[in-house]
């Protein structure tokens, strides 16, 4: 007999004006028979929401992925014309070395498996000095950005 009276035992809330009025604008704007059933829907919604689907993340992840795309998209095309480029320039100078051969009479080739110039040791030496150099930067550089040091 206690658990029908607890089930039929009603509360008395107490609640703003301005919030009884949005409780009687939803009512009228989804036809419920009573402030009820109203207080019923709000209170599923929000557990609903706040446990269940969580439209909001679904909505916000959409939109990273999205974004997300567009950038990797952007960077592809970006690179693709890099690569294009690079190719072009490979091929002007595989012609320019193809009429130099054919021009000068050329029958063999020393490459620096064979012969190693004294110009050329020091123009590796420079580019590994260069390369050293910029990585050292980009190494810095990326330490400056981490919150931690």
């Not at 107490?14 to 009687?24: F, M, P, V």
């Not at 193809?98 to 580019?127: C, R, W």
Request: proline share 2%; glycine share 4%.
């Amino acid at each position: 007999m206690k658990n029908e009276q607890q089930k039929k035992k009603q509360k008395t809330l107490y609640l703003r004006q301005d919030t009884i009025e949005k409780i009687t604008l939803l009512v009228e704007e989804e036809n419920f028979n009573s402030d009820g059933e109203v207080i019923d829907f709000l209170v599923e919604s929000y557990f609903e929401s706040r446990f269940g689907g969580k439209p909001l993340l679904a909505e916000i992840e959409g939109l990273l992925q999205q974004r997300l795309l567009e950038t990797v998209i952007d960077d592809l095309k970006h690179l693709r014309a890099t690569v294009n480029t690079i190719d072009c320039n490979t091929k002007m100078m595989m012609e320019f070395w193809n009429h130099y051969f054919l021009m000068s009479g050329a029958n063999t080739l020393d490459s620096t498996e064979k012969i190693v110039s004294t110009p050329f040791e020091e123009a590796k030496q420079l580019v590994r000095e260069r390369n050293a150099h910029n990585r050292q930067k980009k190494l810095e550089k990326e330490m400056e950005g981490t919150p931690y040091q």
